[in-house]
């Protein structure tokens, strides 16, 4: 018989930490419900004390979900504990998870305290959570380059101030497999209360191994693992929780556990994690990657073909790949469309809104026959996202011609405002973008741009991509449209709404 392996999920908290990957509550809402129906064990909603609009997401989580524990993160401080628990305090579970950093030089560098003081601060943190939640997590922040006789007296001490979960950050994705699963193992042995908490991996992948040092601490006793969809996180992402839980399910025969994890919504998972935040997955990346299943070399088909284990360890279907099934067409009725959304997890807050989305739909039906699961959940990530802009786009023309330059003429409603311009020069999207940022007054710098088909065929809908850096603040802006150089204009005019909405948020980790 397998142990169970609680899968907690930090997409919506740790993912969001990744430079311009920043969620509104709906999106969070919205991954959150498929978290769920994934039947992810934990699910870390944010920051509660990072600025209200955050507060109100972690909050909005943990009224929206019954099934998974929700937790907010909490620094060692009393008024982020606080905070973290009020935004928790309607959740059929909720969990505080507060940390303090125990390395030398984050101690030395970044607090400035002895690790004495860090002790008692962790002590009293913890038994400020017990106020709000018996379901108390502690992480010594940067684990991996701590000193493992403090690490045994700090989490010792945060097991008796009532910690029921003790995760071990690798910060900095410095770690090696080896060396962090004897790291848990240790920690276990030596730490006489450590029956007394579940011992947890927290790993970054700066070096490419944030799932492997996952692993190796599970085989050491760890029974809960923080991942994030995509492995999206800060720099080089978060442990991958696609990868970890396929590496777990699929080789059995080396792990003696196993989550509750429900595969098949994973592709789906990662596709709205990636239209939220514009994180494209690349095509080459395990289990979700547009390539993760194709077989290229004719010899491996005709394998696959014969008996597909030959060169397949897993199966597709299991991970929800092939089941784009054509749900709704041109002459689907508002009821069909709201049930199929219903089913995504997608509900809408008012009539208004419904029938907004819903008039959306009808015209993308006109211009593509068959419309998709993935179509659907693009079109409601969109409508959300334009209720709360101040740049709308109002229309878009653009002549290209071989040999010659581009023209693009935009019209935009600016808060409230008509106003219109134009632009000639050697692209379509360039001179678009060009019209549009001569009716803004910021001049932004492009980080990225890219282009991706959210469904097969010439008539599928293209989703763009854009990060705009604007004074030290970055933003990524999505749209889709069957036409790309629309999805590009409203890519760029969604990014320029997040330029100019900006909020002051508190980062946790400085
Ligand atoms: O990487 C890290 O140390 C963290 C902590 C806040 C747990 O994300
Ligand atoms: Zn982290």
């Given at each position: 018989?397998?142990?169970?392996?609680?899968?907690?999920?930090?997409?919506?908290?740790?993912?969001?930490?990744?430079?311009?990957?920043?969620?509104?509550?709906?999106?969070?809402?919205r991954?959150?419900k498929i978290?769920?129906k994934?039947?992810?064990?934990?699910?870390?909603?944010?920051?509660?004390?990072?600025?209200?609009?955050?507060?109100?997401?972690?909050?909005?989580?943990?009224?929206?979900?019954?099934?998974?524990?929700?937790?907010?993160?909490?620094?060692?401080?009393?008024?982020?504990?606080?905070?973290?628990?009020?935004?928790?305090?309607?959740?059929?579970?909720?969990?505080?998870?507060?940390?303090?950093?125990?390395?030398?030089?984050?101690?030395?560098?970044?607090?400035?305290?002895?690790?004495?003081?860090?002790?008692?601060?962790?002590?009293?943190?913890?038994?400020?959570?017990?106020?709000?939640?018996?379901?108390?997590?502690?992480?010594?922040?940067?684990?991996?380059?701590?000193?493992?006789?403090?690490?045994?007296?700090?989490?010792?001490?945060?097991?008796?101030?009532?910690?029921?979960?003790?995760?071990?950050?690798?910060?900095?994705?410095?770690?090696?497999?080896?060396?962090?699963?004897?790291?848990?193992?240790?920690?276990?042995?030596?730490?006489?209360?450590?029956?007394?908490?579940?011992?947890?991996?927290?790993?970054?992948?700066?070096?490419?191994?944030?799932?492997?040092?996952?692993?190796?601490?599970?085989?050491?006793?760890?029974?809960?693992?923080?991942?994030?969809?995509?492995?999206?996180?800060?720099?080089?992402?978060?442990?991958?929780?696609?990868?970890?839980?396929?590496?777990?399910?699929?080789?059995?025969?080396?792990?003696?556990?196993?989550?509750?994890?429900?595969?098949e919504h994973i592709l789906a998972a990662s596709r709205l994690?990636?239209s939220?935040?514009?994180?494209?997955?690349?095509?080459?990346?395990?289990?979700?990657?547009?390539?993760?299943?194709?077989?290229?070399?004719?010899?491996?088909?005709?394998?696959?073909?014969?008996?597909?284990?030959?060169?397949?360890?897993?199966?597709a279907e299991?991970?929800g790949w092939n089941s784009n099934k054509l749900v709704l067409g041109k002459h689907s009725g508002r009821n069909a469309f709201k049930a199929r959304l219903g089913e995504l997890g997608v509900e809408f807050?008012?009539?208004?809104?419904l029938?907004?989305a819903f008039a959306k739909f009808k015209d993308l039906a006109d211009k593509k026959h068959d419309i998709f699961d993935e179509d659907l959940q693009a079109l409601v990530t969109e409508t959300?996202?334009?209720?709360?802009?101040?740049?709308?786009?109002?229309?878009?023309?653009?002549?290209?011609?071989?040999?010659?330059?581009?023209?693009?003429?935009?019209?935009?409603?600016?808060?409230?405002?008509?106003?219109?311009?134009?632009?000639?020069?050697?692209?379509?999207?360039?001179?678009?973008?060009?019209?549009?940022?001569?009716?803004?007054?910021?001049?932004?710098?492009?980080?990225?741009?890219?282009?991706?088909n959210v469904t097969q065929g010439?008539d599928a809908l293209?989703e763009?991509?854009?990060?705009?850096?604007?004074?030290?603040?970055?933003?990524?802006?999505?749209?889709v449209?069957t036409?790309?150089?629309?999805?590009?204009?409203?890519?760029?005019?969604?990014?320029?709404?997040?330029?100019?909405?900006?909020?002051?948020?508190?980062?946790?980790?400085?």
């Open positions: 018989m397998s142990e169970k392996l609680i899968i907690f999920d930090t997409t919506l908290r740790d993912g969001e930490q990744s430079p311009g990957a920043s969620m509104t509550k709906d999106e969070k809402v991954i959150a978290l769920e994934m039947r992810v064990d934990v699910i870390e909603a944010g920051f509660a004390i990072a600025s209200p609009g955050d507060f109100e997401a972690v909050k909005a989580v943990a009224e929206a979900i019954k099934d998974s524990t929700v937790c907010s993160l909490a620094r060692a401080l009393d008024k982020d504990i606080d905070r973290a628990g009020e935004a928790i305090k309607n959740a059929n579970s909720g969990r505080i998870h507060t940390f303090i950093a125990t390395s030398d030089i984050h101690m030395k560098m970044k607090l400035k305290m002895t690790p004495d003081e860090v002790l008692t601060q962790a002590i009293h943190s913890v038994k400020r959570a017990t106020k709000y939640t018996n379901d108390i997590e502690f992480s010594p922040e940067d684990a991996g380059r701590s000193d493992i006789d403090f690490l045994c007296r700090i989490i010792e001490a945060a097991i008796d101030a009532g910690a029921t979960t003790i995760n071990i950050p690798d910060t900095v994705g410095y770690n090696i497999p080896h060396q962090f699963g004897e790291t848990i193992r240790q920690l276990i042995e030596r730490i006489p209360n450590s029956d007394k908490a579940i011992f947890s991996a927290h790993c970054h992948n700066d070096l490419g191994l944030a799932v492997s040092n996952s692993l190796s601490a599970a085989l050491n006793g760890a029974r809960q693992i923080e991942c994030t969809i995509n492995g999206l996180g800060e720099r080089a992402g978060n442990t991958s929780l696609e990868e970890v839980v396929m590496a777990i399910r699929t080789r059995q025969d080396v792990f003696n556990f196993d989550t509750n994890i429900n595969a994690v990636s939220i935040t514009g994180f494209v997955v690349q095509p080459n990346k395990a289990i979700v990657g547009a390539n993760a299943f194709a077989h290229e070399a004719g010899i491996h088909q005709d394998g696959v073909l014969k008996h597909r284990e030959t060169y397949e360890i897993m199966c299991d991970v807050d008012s009539e208004a809104t029938n907004d959300q996202t334009e209720a709360t802009e101040v740049i709308r786009l109002l229309s878009l023309k653009v002549c290209t011609e071989t040999g010659e330059e581009n023209t693009a003429e935009v019209s935009l409603s600016i808060n409230g405002e008509e106003k219109s311009a134009s632009a000639k020069t050697s692209g379509a999207v360039d001179a678009t973008f060009h019209a549009i940022l001569s009716m803004v007054n910021i001049e932004p710098t492009l980080q990225l741009y890219s282009v991706t010439t293209g763009v991509n854009v990060r705009l850096e604007h004074e030290g603040k970055i933003v990524n802006g999505q749209g449209d036409d790309i150089i629309t999805s590009s204009a409203k890519a760029y005019i969604h990014a320029l709404n997040k330029v100019m909405a900006h909020v002051e948020r508190a980062h946790p980790q400085v």
